[in-house]
Each structure stands twice: as structure tokens, then as C-alpha cells.
């Protein structure tokens, strides 16, 4: 890569992995270097914390190999020059004129006249899009209702958790640990190493949140409000990495033991079990009105429990479809808003797998509705305060997301927000979590992405 020794030096050529190198927030970050803003500045203009920005200053510097903003400033000064337009239209005229030789004069011509044609094509394109004017956000094709992504140092798993709390916002890493991502300053921590990465790990209990240990043998818990771990204690269970699933409330945390076929009730204050229900093949499990719900995956059910007698009062058959005997309907997640239970099941493998979304009535545990949504579902639904769900979304083909919201007073989907926070077509944005915080809604993406969507248009 090209090494600028001082601000004033000009590059002597240009190697054109250089736009492709820096993101599109990057390549926003830097115009706004090299227009002088400090990075205080560049974070209002943008709309990011100031650790953020100071996160990609780095990452800019270290694609560029500058020492400076000077340096990086004065690169993106000559890259969008008139001369290094001019310098990478003429690379691509030699390299379109000497890929593919003419066999004959007249076909040597053509290629010229292509090539003319081709070059006045990339001089136009070249001069519109790498203008230092005009910033990438005033040209995505987003609409003003889906806000600027904001990238994160660590993106979320492909089936993610994610938490917001009054301070925080909670969620899973691949492999990596829960993080906690502090919404006043913005600045991202790890509070715990190296959880299941396939499981959902996280479920709040006042102020506490609790994740699985690193083995999957016990719960940790962490203050809301500093990240700090607070209490710790193990599980009665058979041996380490068995599924299991949380809900907790100030005193009492509940534990669906798949291998085992059984919930548990444990004591917060001694961490001893003083409860147990038996259930088949349990899966996921949550709190809500005055309930247990936890999926009953070998018979296509949810089975509503009493937390203070830990006895199963109902089992609520789940009309679901079947697209092959292996898994039968893949029951996936359970959700709750105020007054429903919502469970997300997939049939199939792939771009061909058929998601199917549940909702069952909190007060007569009947079926109210079924949706249905070919491709790729996101592994966490959030409620706002009408009581309406809204889901992540990739359709079969598309590389872009869709946010998808449901509503409760009709039980239709009243819409689809397209989700391509200023991607290009070959760009995927795979949404993995989904958080409602009063009139917006919070969507992260596995590719280290967040961003917020106005509830309403």
C-alpha cells in the first residue's frame, strides 16, 4: 500500500483496494478528517459516540498505513482530486484495452470506442461518487425513518439475544462473551468470556442481568447499571454443555434443563433449587403474565406453568407446518408482550426455510394467529407499547433485511421497513437482534451493526 510520508506528498500511484478497503462509515469519517473536524465534531455530525469515532479514526489509519489524520486527510484530498480520478479512469481504459486483444482492425476499433465510452462512464461515476461534498448518509437510498448504523467493536452472533435495560444494552458475541454496550457514553465492554455461542444466554431480573457461565454448568450475574458481576452459582446438573435456558425475577431464577427434561427453581440469596416440574424436551423459556412458558419441542406445544406451585397448568398446541420428519417443526424462541406469548419455529434448511411466528392469547392460551416468512428469520422479536411485534427479516435472494412489524390490534403485518443502511447490492445486512426503546426501534445486525428505526413513518 501506498506510505505518505508527509501531508504534503502526493501519492505516486494509485492502487484502487483502497476505496474497498474503508467501509462506507469509514470512508463518511474520513471526509469529515479531511475537512478538519476533530472527532467530537465528526461524532455530532454523525450521530456516534465519541469512542466510536475514535475506534474508526483507528481502523482508518491502520487500512491507509498513515501515522496521522494528516496524513490519511491528505490521501482522501488527492483521491478525490480531478488527478486521481483521471489516474484511475486511465487504469481501467488499459486494463478494459488490454484484457481481451482485438483479432482484427475493426475490432481493435470497437474496443477503442468501448473503451472511450467506458472511461467517460467511469470519469462520471468516479466524479459523483467519491466527491468529498456530499457524505454517503445524504446519498443512501434509506429513507429519513431508518436512522445512521453505528458500528460495533464486536458484532452480535447469527442468533443473538439482545437485552435493553435501563443503561445498557446486552448481548451475545460469537464465541467471544456477552458484552455490554453503556448507552450514555456509548463504549462497549465484555463482562463475560466465552458463554455457549449458540444459545441465548441472557435474561434480566431487576437489576441484575444473568448470562450462562462460560461451561454452561451455572448463571452469572451482572449489575444493570456498571456491568459488574454481583452473584454466581452453579446448577444441579448432569455434566457441563447441557442446553439450558433462564428467566429470573428479583429472588427466583428458573432453569429449563433440555437433557433432563425438567425446569428448576433456584433461590437467588442461597443459590439452592427448591422447585422442579417435569417437561418434555424443554426449550427457551421466559416470564410473563404471572407464567412460565417454555416450548415443548417434541410435541409441538408450549406448556404454561405456575412458577409458585411449578406445575405445568396448560400445553398449548402449536398448529405448525412440517417441512421434513427431522426436526419436526423446529420450534426456535418464545416471546411475550403485555398480553400474548409469541413462538418463532422453522421448517427447512437454508434460504428455503419457512419461519412461522405464533401468537397465543395470555388470558384464554388460544391460537390467535400464524404468520409465515420464507428465508431467514432473526432470532429475537421485540414488543413497543401498543403492543405490537416487530421481527428481523431476510427474504430468499435478498442480501438486505427487512424489519418487519406486526400488529397487535389486527394480527397483520402492517409493513416492512427495508433495512440496507446505505449498503450496496453485493452487501448483506442480516438482522440478529431487535430491542424497542420508546419510539424507536433498535435492529443489530451480524455484520457489527445497529441501528434505529422510528416506530412510526
Known amino acids: ?21 474503508l467501509s462506507p462509515r469509514e470512508r463518511e469519517v474520513l471526509t469529515l478528517i479531511a475537512k478538519g473536524r476533530t472527532n467530537g465534531e465528526i461524532a455530532n455530525s454523525l450521530g456516534l459516540a465519541f469512542e466510536t469515532v475514535k475506534w474508526h479514526v483507528s481502523g482508518i489509519l491502520g487500512k491507509l498505513q498513515v501515522d496521522s489524520r494528516e496524513e490519511a486527510a491528505a490521501y482522501w484530498r488527492h483521491y478525490n482530486s480531478a488527478g486521481g480520478r483521471l489516474t484511475r479512469g486511465l487504469h481501467a481504459l488499459i486494463g478494459l484495452l488490454t484484457g481481451k486483444p482485438a483479432a482484427i482492425a475493426g475490432g481493435a476499433l470497437a474496443a477503442t470506442a468501448a473503451g472511450a465510452i467506458a472511461l467517460a462512464a467511469i470519469w462520471m461515476g468516479l466524479s459523483r461518487e467519491d466527491s468529498d ?3 454517503i448518509a445524504e446519498e443512501s437510498p434509506v429513507p429519513a425513518r431508518v436512522g445512521n448504523p453505528v458500528a460495533l467493536a464486536a458484532a452480535p452472533s447469527e442468533a443473538s439475544d439482545v437485552l435493553l435495560s435501563p ?16 448507552r450514555a457514553t456509548g463504549s462497549l465492554t465484555r463482562v463475560m468470556a466465552a458463554p455457549a455461542a449458540w444459545q441465548f444466554p441472557i435474561t434480566s431480573g431487576g ?27 452453579r446448577f444441579t446438573l448432569p455434566g457441563p454443555f447441557v442446553e439450558t435456558w433462564m428467566a429470573a425475577t428479583e429472588t427466583k431464577l428458573y432453569v ?25 424436551l424443554p426449550k427457551d423459556l421466559i416470564l410473563a403474565g404471572g407464567s412460565l412458558w417454555t416450548l415443548v419441542s417434541r410435541e409441538d406445544a408450549i406448556d404454561r406453568i405456575d412458577p409458585e406451585t411449578m ?9 405448525l407446518k412440517k417441512l421434513h420428519n427431522f426436526c419436526g417443526s423446529c420450534l426456535q424462541q418464545v416471546f411475550a408482550s403485555e398480553d400474548s406469548i409469541w413462538a418463532l419455529s422453522a421448517a427447512g434448511e437454508g434460504t428455503g426455510t419457512l419461519y412461522q411466528v405464533t ?10 394467529a400464524v404468520h409465515e416468512f ?22 430468499p435472494g435478498s442480501p438486505h433485511g427487512d424489519l418487519v412489524h406486526i400488529s397487535a390490534a389486527t394480527n397483520e403485518i402492517v409493513e416492512r421497513i427495508p433495512l440496507p443502511m446505505g449498503k450496496t447490492m453485493l452487501e448483506t445486512v442480516t438482522p440478529v437482534g431487535v430491542a424497542v426503546d420508546g419510539d424507536d426501534v433498535w435492529v443489530f445486525t451480524a455484520e457489527g451493526e445497529m441501528v434505529s428505526v422510528r416506530r412510526t413513518p
Open 256 to 280: 429449563a434443563i433440555r437433557h433432563t427434561n425438567h425446569v428448576e427453581r433456584y433461590d437467588i440469596a442461597t443459590g439452592k433449587a427448591d422447585g422442579t416440574v417435569e417437561v418434555e
Open 167 to 182: 443503561s445498557s444494552i446486552w448481548y451475545q458475541r460469537q464465541g467471544e462473551g456477552v458484552w455490554r454496550l453503556d
Open 311 to 319: 406445575q405445568v397448568v396448560a400445553r398449548i398446541p402449536l398448529p
Open 133 to 135: 461534498l456530499p457524505l
Open 374 to 395: 420464507e428465508g431467514r428469520a432473526g432470532y429475537t422479536m421485540a414488543f413497543d407499547v401498543l403492543g405490537d411485534a416487530w421481527l428481523g427479516h431476510r427474504a
Open 359 to 368: 401468537r397465543i392469547d395470555v388470558a384464554t392460551n388460544e391460537v390467535l
Open 207 to 233: 437489576a441484575v442481568v444473568w448470562a450462562m457461565n462460560a461451561n454452561r454448568t451455572g448463571a452469572v450475574g451482572f449489575d444493570e447499571a456498571t456491568g459488574a458481576e454481583v452473584r454466581a452459582f
Open 1 to 21: 500500500m501506498i506510505r505518505q510520508q508527509s501531508p504534503t506528498n502526493r501519492p505516486t500511484h494509485y492502487k484502487s483496494r483502497y476505496k474497498h478497503d
